[in-house]
T-cell receptor, first 116, second 116 residues
Framework: AQKVTQAQTEISVVEKEDVTLDCVYE???????LFWYKQPPSGELVFLIR????DEQNEISGRYSWNFQKSTSSFNFTITASQVVDSAVYFC?????????????WGLGTSLAVNP | SAVISQKPSRDICQRGTSLTIQCQVD?????MFWYRQQPGQSLTLIAT?????????ESGFVIDKFPISRPNLTFSTLTVSNMSPEDSSIYLC?????????????FGPGTRLTVL
C-alpha cells in the first residue's frame, strides 16, 4: 500500500540554522511522483517541488534543496539559512500512479517554527 | 498554472444546516478535487469531480453528505450537508493543470468551516 511518513511532527530552529525535513514513502508502483507543499499560517497550500521516480538527481532552488534516494525510499527537504518566513507546515506527498487519475497520498506534515 | 478562488473563505454554521462552497478556476481543467483538512491534520481526499460525470467519492465519504456539482470546466461546488461539529475543517479545492510542461496540482486558499 502507498504511504508517506513524516516522522518529525514539529521542528523548532533559530533563524539562519539549516534544517532538514524527512520524508519516507512506500509504494508498489515503479512509476510515481513525489511532492513537497508548504502551508503557511494563512492556510494556502504552496507547491514547492515535484520529482518523478526516474529522476534521482538532487535539486536546489535558492535556499531549498531536495535529496531523493530511491534506495532508502526517502525524499528529504533541506532549508539552508532558515528565515522566519519559512515557518509553516510542510507536507510531503506521493502520487498513487502516474496516470491521469493519480491521487496524492499525503504525509501528516511537519510543523516548522523558525524563531528570530 | 492555475489560479483558484474559493467562496466563502470562512464561515461559522449551526449544527444541522448545510453550506455550499464554490470553487472557481481561471482556466479550463478536466479534473477537480475536493479535500478536507481537519484541525492539525493532513489532507484527506473527499472526491474527484470531472465535468459531465458523477463525482467519484473516496472511502468514508458519500454523496448524500457531500454532494458535488461540476457544471463546467472552470467551476465546482461542494456542499456539506446536515453539519455537525465534526465537520469543522478546512475544505480545499484542487485542480490538475499544466505548468512548465508538467502536470501539476494546484490548491485554492481553502474554506475554513466551524460548526457550532
Amino acid at each position: 500500500a502507498q504511504k508517506v511518513t513524516q516522522a518529525q511532527t514539529e521542528i523548532s530552529v533559530v533563524e539562519k540554522e539549516d534544517v532538514t525535513l524527512d520524508c519516507v514513502y512506500e509504494t508498489r508502483d515503479t512509476t510515481y511522483y513525489l511532492f513537497w507543499y508548504k502551508q503557511p499560517p494563512s492556510g494556502e497550500l504552496v507547491f514547492l517541488i515535484r520529482r518523478n521516480s526516474f529522476d534521482e538527481q538532487n535539486e536546489i532552488s535558492g535556499r531549498y534543496s531536495w535529496n531523493f534516494q530511491k534506495s532508502t525510499s526517502s525524499f528529504n527537504f533541506t532549508i539552508t539559512a532558515s528565515q522566519v518566513v519559512d515557518s509553516a507546515v510542510y507536507f510531503c506527498a506521493l502520487s498513487e500512479n502516474a496516470g491521469n487519475n493519480r491521487k496524492l497520498i499525503w504525509g501528516l506534515g511537519t510543523s516548522l517554527a523558525v524563531n528570530p | 498554472s492555475a489560479v483558484i478562488s474559493q467562496k466563502p473563505s470562512r464561515d461559522i454554521c449551526q449544527r444541522g444546516t448545510s453550506l455550499t462552497i464554490q470553487c472557481q478556476v481561471d482556466s479550463q481543467v478536466t479534473m477537480m478535487f475536493w479535500y478536507r483538512q481537519q484541525p492539525g491534520q493532513s489532507l484527506t481526499l473527499i472526491a474527484t469531480a470531472n465535468q459531465g460525470s458523477e463525482a467519484t467519492y473516496e472511502s468514508g465519504f458519500v454523496i448524500d453528505k457531500f454532494p458535488i456539482s461540476r457544471p463546467n470546466l472552470t467551476f465546482s461546488t461542494l456542499t456539506v450537508s446536515n453539519m455537525s461539529p465534526e465537520d469543522s475543517s478546512i475544505y480545499l479545492c484542487s485542480v490538475r493543470a499544466t505548468s512548465g510542461g508538467h502536470d501539476e496540482q494546484f490548491f485554492g486558499p481553502g474554506t475554513r468551516l466551524t460548526v457550532l
